[in-house]
């Protein structure tokens, strides 16, 4: 019987309606490319072993976008992976473009949307997109006109599933009347727990539930008791967020992102770690808190 990958440690999930099955612990290449998500990474020939690693230890679910750098990290994912591992799913995300000063900017008119998932596709040598998560900006984003265009290009063969982010409960309803949506990629950590509700409802539908900035993002979580349970488990801080999440829902699936394979190995131990009652007590009494 072949190992258990690293990876794989913390389960797989299956989104729903599809034949896509994936191991619980992915990866974020938002960071590949260069400072602010901007330009060119600092260690190219990093990037690419990073990338090469993650599927190395099991990792089987890769989140990008063509907003990263812009267009750095689908090329780095295509020059370091291609041709694909059989069984790898690609993510992308749609619904903004950036300046030549880094900025960011939404957009959600169709003809945008189409180009996005076109230039998704060439760059990373891809006749369809496994999952795109349609990006919108906030609450009073409406959503009914950017996912009819979703469905039509699904309908087309462009994007076999359909994913949503940054939404709130009604988007997400009013997204499904339009389309079957298999994840839902929203701010979600140890400390910041808004969604705790919506993830225990899409849990009930087996909706998969995706955090971004799993770890705070450009505010990383700094919690000193968070801190101390670490040094009492011998592990990393980072490392018992992540796993918190894990255990926080079965439909919770993991991105963490980094551009270097050390960070990258720490985070995949997180899949392993188990945490028992009392440690989960402590860490829901830091949100709380």
Not at 47 to 56: I, T
Not at 78 to 89: D, H, S
Not at 184 to 199: E, G, H, K, M
């Amino acid at each position: 019987m072949p190992p258990i990958l690293p990876a794989a440690a913390a389960g797989r999930f299956t989104f729903p309606g599809t034949a896509i099955t994936v191991n619980r612990m992915g990866y974020g290449a938002m960071q590949l490319s260069g400072p602010h998500i901007f330009g060119e990474p600092v260690d190219r020939d990093e990037a690419l072993a990073v990338l090469r690693e993650a599927v190395a230890l099991g990792i089987d679910h890769i989140d990008t976008s063509d907003f990263y750098g812009p267009h750095v990290t689908n090329r780095l994912i295509r020059e370091a992976l291609y041709p694909y591992p059989e069984g790898l799913t690609l993510v992308t995300k749609i619904g903004a473009w950036r300046d030549d000063k880094g900025g960011w900017h939404p957009r959600l008119d169709g003809d945008f949307l189409r180009r996005s998932v076109e230039e998704n596709l060439s760059r990373l040598g891809l006749d369809r997109m496994d999952v795109v998560n349609l990006r919108i900006g906030g609450p009073e984003d409406d959503i009914v006109a950017p996912m009819r265009t979703m469905r039509q290009m699904q309908d087309e063969g462009l994007i076999a599933h359909i994913g949503v982010s940054t939404v709130n409960a009604a988007q997400i309803a009013a997204a499904r009347d339009i389309a079957p949506v298999v994840c839902v990629q929203n701010f979600y950590n140890l400390i910041n727990r808004a969604d705790d509700a919506l993830i225990d409802a899409l849990a009930a539908e087996g909706i998969a539930y995706v955090p971004y900035f799993p770890l705070g993002g450009f505010t990383p979580l700094q919690v000193d008791d968070l801190s101390q349970l670490a040094t009492e488990l011998g592990q990393t801080a980072q490392s018992v967020a992540l796993a918190w999440l894990l255990h926080r829902s079965p439909n919770i699936l993991l991105i963490p992102g980094t551009s270097c394979r050390a960070h990258l190995r720490q985070n995949v131990a997180a899949a392993s770690l188990r945490l028992d009652a009392a440690h989960l007590r402590r860490l829901d009494a830091m949100a709380a808190g």
